[in-house]
């Protein structure tokens, strides 16, 4: 039995109110109009909850199951109880996609991880450039013009930004 290597990805990071989550919006549909199958790890500082008070899958949830699967013919959603792990790990998390009906996962956050990443940069944000740039940001998408080494993109321009994922797919992968 062969296995399939581990899925590509490739990480979305800015300061908060950069427009992360408005860029992807727009970068999603653009690669998949590539025949690009596109799964999203997105992280939040925030305690969140995709179930609701009041519905049996979230009382039988609070019951004590550490994991609660609710399904529909349109989806299905797996909920993991993690209030004793340390930190999240993100290998793990990946590892719970189904590579065989992806081609990529994009990562919004997890602005630490060693992975491949793209960088989004406004000034108005107030905030320095220098502190978002590692060794595995490998463009930056901006408003405005920078004096840098790495690949330049236009935040305003996803179609710049697909394209420019849709090559680094192809090179890497």
């Known amino acids: 039995m062969s296995t399939k290597p581990p899925l590509p990805l490739l990480g979305i990071t800015a300061y908060s109110g950069t427009g992360k989550t408005t860029l992807l919006k727009k970068v999603i ?10 799964g999203l790890i997105k992280h939040t500082h925030h305690d969140m909850d995709v179930d609701k008070p009041g519905k049996d899958s979230y009382e039988l949830r609070k019951a004590g199951a550490k994991q609660t699967l609710v ?3 349109q989806r299905w959603a797996l909920m993991t109880e993690t209030s004793d792990s340390p930190a999240l790990d993100l290998s ?3 590892s719970r996609f189904d590579s065989d009906s992806l081609d990529l996962l994009l990562v919004e956050g997890f602005k630490d ?3 491949n990443k793209i960088a989004l940069y406004r000034r108005i944000i107030n905030r320095p450039l220098n502190d978002l740039i590692d060794q ?3 463009a930056v998408a901006s408003d405005e013009k920078l004096e840098i080494a790495l690949p330049q993109l236009n935040i ?3 179609e ?3 394209d420019f994922i849709m090559n680094w797919l192809n090179i890497e992968h």
């Open 136 to 138: 595995h940001v490998i």
């Open 160 to 162: 710049q930004v697909a």
């Open 113 to 115: 991880e060693p992975i």
């Open 92 to 94: 793990y998390l990946a």
């Open 156 to 158: 305003n321009q996803p």
């Open 29 to 38: 549909p653009l690669l998949r109009q590539r025949q690009i199958r596109v």
């Open 71 to 73: 399904a529909c013919q």
